[in-house]
């Protein structure tokens, strides 16, 4: 969830339009890329970006021509092998990529596919219904970017195989003799030339297979590690059911089954399954196409608009609200819910570039209706289930009701010269959010520290005393209660829940900063798991930072140098010489550096590292948050069982 970001001097901007001198701008400098060309030269504009993030988006690239396979009905087994040198190997059992001439291209099908942009089944709708991906984009954008790769296909009981370097055919589709099983067998290795790193990550290319196989029920997907014998298994009979009752793992359910309901309406395939539990958060995630739309869109809301309303009129039909003199609103009626919302579109409308929000206008009414006539279903034929549903949302409306005032006091209601900012709070003087960065650090001790060491032009300190609520299992009205949640709320200025704005946020760097303890993790984690729930969209921003301070200073004579784990202090005292004269000191807090001490070594942007927090699966970060800070024990020790051989530097 947290990426390593070393930060550089801060230079100042160029102006913009000032040509370099000697170079003129002419009809000569005008370049035309051709085929692949444009992508090698731009690869953070087809996959994002050429660090880890980017790396494994070309896995996922090539698993979701297989799924598109398996949504079409032809392929239920998907093979991704992880080699020991880094390479990708992806095996389906779909009808296997065509390898005829083209008619148009005079050269394969095949490699039509594999070295040209915008080219593929996707496009024919006799082919492909519905489809996810790049849409013709993905395949030929991983073949650029990968140092080799070949392709074999089996089809009509012959494989074919064509063998790629950057991109471009080193040769014609050959025969490679006689198969059985029909599908396509794609293998690369990412180009060193082109990411920063071409180590793969299991974890994280679990979690991606893993949410497949949960929203295309009956298929499986394997994943095998060949540099270290791992492997896992995805195949999930219930489907989005299954997904719901994962995600609700570590959650007490107010009913035993998920809901689940599936329609095809005009053409819009809409498939739902939702479960309440006893926690305070909503958990609801939409996909269109497997797509993850983190945005949401038409299908979000109209599902969002047909629960309010069917809760409501079934409150209201057995007479279980008025008697509380409370009204359930939208943010009522998802306490404690969690959602899997799942459409499937032949011409799906995204906003923006990156799919993360449908525009599709018809599928919000599609959506809601569908939605509308099964939960009436089944709070009619479940009236025990429903009953306990609209209880626990007639309480989460008193809250509401409650946390009114609560809101009043972490409010900003005037400019920010007014003094309504918390007192403990060390402001800087700049006021352009984008210049300015706040550390939330751990105690007054190092709070003090900070405050001195720091530069006032752009870094604020708000020291925090002490450990805040457990937002995971508390209800709004007491978590804006919580003194410390309140001062961190006021002083980020964006508001919470209904107020919240991101536009209004007064740092763009925000740090978190704790001893390098159990106390100190436990603090940080804490602090997490109020970001994640209820401003989370400053994570989906990259606002959210962790700060590294150092473990250990190693020194001899008038060698210093300031370290960050076992290893590195090791290093470094071999580097110094014979042990004898060296001296170490422990950091087992922020309070025992002084300010200059912690201006070197964590607050300088010249000399810092930072950890920048980021959402690369929001099921599994969700997942994670209720294993850790949730009220179920048992998942939790068995978290801390299974992840205790990498615990590094523990101070108790």
Known sequence: MATVMKESTRK??????????????????????????????????YIGDVSQRGLHHTVYEVVDNSVDEALAGFCDTILVELGKDNSVTVTDNGRGIPTEMHPEQKVSALEVVMTTL??????????????GGLHGVGVSVVNALAEWCWVEVCRDGEVKRQEYKRGVATGRVKSAGKGKI????????????????????????????????????????ILQDHRND????????????????????????????????????DNVDVEVAMQYNDSYSESVYSYVNNIHTIEGGTHLTGFRTALTRSINSYASKYNLVKKNGVNLVGDDS????????????????FEGQTKTKLGNSEVRGIVE???????????????????????????????????????????????????????????????DPESCEIYIVEGDSAGGSA??????????????????????????????????????????????????NVSKIRYHKIIIMTDADVDGSHIRTLLLTFFFRYMRELIDKGYMYIAQPPLFRVKKGKKEQYVYSEEEKNRVIKQFGKESGVSIQRYKGLGEMNPEQLW?????????????????????????????????????????KENAQYVRNLDI
């Open 369 to 431: 209706a569908v939605t509308n006539e099964h939960l009436g279903a089944f709070f009619e034929e479940n009236p025990s289930a429903g009953k306990k549903i609209v209880e626990k949302l007639v309480q989460a409306a008193t809250a509401r009701e409650a946390a009114r005032k609560a809101k009043e006091l972490t409010r900003r209601k005037t400019a920010l010269d007014s003094g309504a900012l918390p007192g403990k709070l060390a402001d800087c003087s700049l006021r």
């Open 230 to 265: 791992k492997n896992e298994v995805f195949e999930y009979s219930g489907g989005l059911s299954s997904f719901v009752e994962y995600l609700n793992e570590n959650k007490t359910a107010l009913y035993k089954k998920p809901i689940h309901f599936q329609k095809t309406k």
């Open 334 to 349: 998802r306490e404690g819910l969690t959602a899997v919302i799942s459409v499937r579109v032949r011409e799906p409308q």
């Open 118 to 131: 915008h080219a593929g089944g996707k496009f024919d709708h006799d082919s492909y219904k519905v489809s």
């Open 182 to 221: 029909t599908g396509t067998k794609t293998s690369y290795l990412p180009d060193s030339e082109i990411f920063t790193t071409v180590e793969m990550k299991f974890d994280i290319i679990a979690s991606r297979l893993r949410e497949l196989a949960f929203l295309n029920q009956g298929l499986k997907i």
């Open 600 to 640: 070197n070594t964590t607050m300088d942007p010249e000399k810092r590292t930072l950890l920048q927090v980021t959402l690369d699966d929001a099921f599994e970060a969700d997942h994670l948050f209720s294993v850790l800070m949730g009220s179920e024990t048992g998942p939790r020790s068995k978290f801390i």
């Open 12 to 45: 100042n901007k160029e102006k913009a339009g000032k040509s370099a001198p000697g170079h003129a701008y002419d009809a000569t400098t005008i370049k035309v890329l051709e085929g692949l060309e444009a992508v090698r030269r731009r690869p953070a504009m």
């Open 451 to 500: 405050k001195q060491g720091r530069d006032r032009r752009y870094q604020a300190i708000l020291p925090l005393r002490g450990k805040i609520l457990n937002v995971e299992k508390s209800r709004i009205d007491r978590i804006l209660g919580n003194e410390e949640i309140r001062t961190i709320i006021t002083g980020l200025g964006c508001g919470i829940g209904d107020d919240f």
